[in-house]
């Protein structure tokens, strides 16, 4: 694997670090000061050391601040918290405004215009309580918020739809339930994790009911947190670390944000077309990658994520799930297994368990990835060895989804 990789690709940029701050309610901190928190982190991971004023631009992802903390123009703060007056990019695209920052600033290293790039996404949204519920709608048509609904109940629509069509089965209404349990077993030794608690199956389905079959244990939380990762040109990654990970696909698409236009509800398009040209670039298949980082925001997304991916056939994404977890459940991590071949999925405890600040969530997930490969995850490290990992991060109910995979060792 690795020679043949290292023949045929060229790094679109390398990760020399890393950084992140706790997810969950962090009530005494202001938007720009939770991502100062993450880049400091980020900027002081680097092996051989890397100051704030090698920063030669910033890319920040985020959805609400505007309207969470009435803040206009971030990157000014940003400038003033750290003391340098270089460009800064700030990207909107709803929960993948972090995967998208990401996407953009491996297209600037790629350039050639920048050496040593800082790319952080945040999100502070306990603050608002129960507005927040309504401020999410900006990802969805007016249409679908005008006639009630909210994101839980999009995605239960796309929930019923599934057990209507492929589910009828208590299996199935149990494997979603159980992917709620799995995410929460990954997430009881990450240290950031917003919840690091033991879920059962009966405690998903005895959960309130928040939009019918979605319960609140299917969902991923309101949250508030930042990530940072620090990205150099790869030929210059060996001044910064011994182990630095590169990036070698990174893919964008985009959709309708409306989900009653979408030809199906019970799959993804946009996952389908940037993971098809993601694969493509590296020249591998979804059986190459051991850990993936999947949009769980709904545990039907990370069901419907595994039959887009091709990882399980249409429809049959329950039954897999269903089975590797009745027979993997006691293990440190529970791989999706299919044909022998074990996929981890979100070995942190993904959006479900980790927390959702949703435009941190797509650097949250290039974190995890990076210290995965460099097996720097601590307690909650996958017992495996692992060389290529995948983070797909999407917006709205499929509005847009990027897909960046990851590796280490390929480029000397
Ligand atoms: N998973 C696990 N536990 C959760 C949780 C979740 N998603 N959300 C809340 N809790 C816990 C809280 O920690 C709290 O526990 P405690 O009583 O032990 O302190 C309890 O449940 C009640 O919390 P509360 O904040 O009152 O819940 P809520 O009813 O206001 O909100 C949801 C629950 C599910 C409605 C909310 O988390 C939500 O809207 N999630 C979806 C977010 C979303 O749409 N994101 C965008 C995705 S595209």
Redesign the pocket.
Known sequence: MTNSLSLKIKPHAAIIGAGRTNFGEQWYKDPEKLMIEAGINALESVDFGLGRKDIQACYFGSFLYQTTNKLGLVSGYMARELGINIPMNTTEAA?ASGGSAFYNACIAIKSGMYNVILVGGFEKMTDRFNKI?DD?MFAADPYEFDAGFT??SLYASMMARYIHDYGDDQRCIEALAQIACKNHHHAVNNEYAQ?RREITVQDVLKS?L?ADPIR??H????SDGAAAVILTKPELARKYTDAPIYVIASQQATDDVSLYTRESLTGIKVTRLALKKALDEVGISMKDIQIAEVHD?FTIEEAIFLEDSGFYEKGKAWKGIYESYESFKNSKHIPYVKDGKELIVNPGGGL?ADG?P?GATGIRQIHECFIQLRGEAGKHQVDKEINLALCHNIGGTGGIATLHILTRDIYE
């Open positions: 929960c519920i999410l994101f839980p919840f309130p928040v609140l244990l969902c991923s939380p309101i925001c479900k959702h949703v």
